[in-house]
């Protein structure tokens, strides 16, 4: 079972950077495509970034150019770079790991606060 755990949110001034990371248990992390998501009340979760096994990325367009996801397999860490923060990324952020198979896992959230 593939457990995640976030990290590296909180309050920001917009124009800010925040770092999140998401650390996975088990021995065969390289092998899963993971994702960040986001979700505010009363709306859906929505895709952030993702990234492949091989390290291919992609992202929603009003994130493109300001954050970066990228993997370290040797830690079963995946991260979040956010630079030029809007107060309209105020959101809570998920890890999500694709298990295939129809499978994944979320992490719990982190709470990411930018104020104008």
């Known amino acids: 079972q593939v457990q995640l755990v976030e990290s590296g949110g909180g309050l920001v001034q917009a124009g800010g950077s925040l770092r999140l990371s998401c650390t996975a248990s088990g021995r065969t992390f390289s092998i899963y495509p993971m994702g960040w998501y986001r979700q505010t009340p009363g709306n859906q979760r929505e895709v952030v970034a993702t990234i492949s096994s091989g390290g291919s990325t992609d992202y929603v367009d009003s994130v493109k150019g300001r954050f970066t996801i990228s993997r370290d397999n040797a830690k079963n860490t995946v991260y979040l770079q956010m630079n030029s923060l809007k107060p309209e990324d105020t959101a809570v952020y998920y890890c999500?790991?694709?298990?295939?198979w129809g499978r994944g896992t979320w992490g719990q959230g982190t709470q990411v606060t930018v104020s104008s």
């Open positions: 999500h790991a694709n298990l295939g």
